[in-house]
């Protein structure tokens, strides 16, 4: 089976399951475990952020954020697609108690007007408790549903420089920045400079079984951590999979643009394929989105032919490529696919 639903499927390695099996460990929630330690502080030099923390999730990252910059009450401002809105269980409502003002995006990208159009005024002139206060902007890079689309680093910085000066944290989801970092060059600090907090997953792209953090300013992450603990997220002997992480993060990250190429490669063979719809400019590192009437059936179908996709939606398919999928394997699923599509769309 070619299993393309998510780069969240990877096992590891041979090479990382023995970084894992000598992993020196403590307990994370005395924050004595050393490869936790060792962990959190790559992250935070990479990032270029004077701290990190280690959790079991993207979502525990991106939701301990949004509980450290807000109050119950406040409104978060992000993209109508993002996955803080439509994947993390309605966390942002539930756990942080706040309301979310989606705006829609191209590829994911927003703009600092649409920014700037939607935040409550500053003015001292409006009384308090007339006007609800934002705290914060959150964006994604790469952004998922958009179709792992990578933002202009000009235009995220404009949206950072318009949330300062309306006085709004900014967060960003980049559990998937690796992506963004090997398909342009720009290094993964470059994108984060002036996020007051960020998000990175270790558990996708680059191979690792469990993890992500949240890098950012130190007293907002001393304040994340102490959310870390009350939504359960103290794993004690977790240098166990933080080597995992460690691993995938000297090892996996130049090797990201052969994803982006299997997908690329994946995408330009789909679109020839009679009945189904691929928006090219879309696919810019390792996911391809397509429209194929029936999808669920059309998964199936695939599936029993031995390629995993993720139907999405009645007609949106999803192809995730990533390092337990070789050319070879990208080669056969194209095959698969053609052969499913010349007959599911008789
Ligand atoms: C995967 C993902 C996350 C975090 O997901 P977990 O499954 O909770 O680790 C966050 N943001 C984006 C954009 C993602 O794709």
Redesign the pocket.
Known sequence: MIDLRSD?VTKPSAAMRAAIANAEVGDDVFADDPTVNRLEERVATLLGKEAAVYVP????A?QIALRAHTEPGDIVITEALS??IH??GGAPAALAGVSITPLPGRYGVITADQVRAVAPRLDPDVPPGLVQPASLVTL?NT??EAGGTIWPLEALREVVAAAGSLGLGVHL?G??LWNAAAATGIAESEYADGFDTV?V?F??GLGAPVG?ALAGRKDLIDRARRFKAMYGGGFRQAGIIAAGALYGLENNRDRLVEDHANARRFAEAVATMDGIDVDLEAVQTNMTYFDVPEAPLFEQRCREAGVDLLALGPQRVRAVFHLDVSAADTGRAIDVLSGVAADHLR
């Open positions: 969240t999730t993207g979502t525990m991106n996955h803080i994947h993390e994604e952004h998922n989801d559990a998937r998000t997953c558990s996708k992500s």
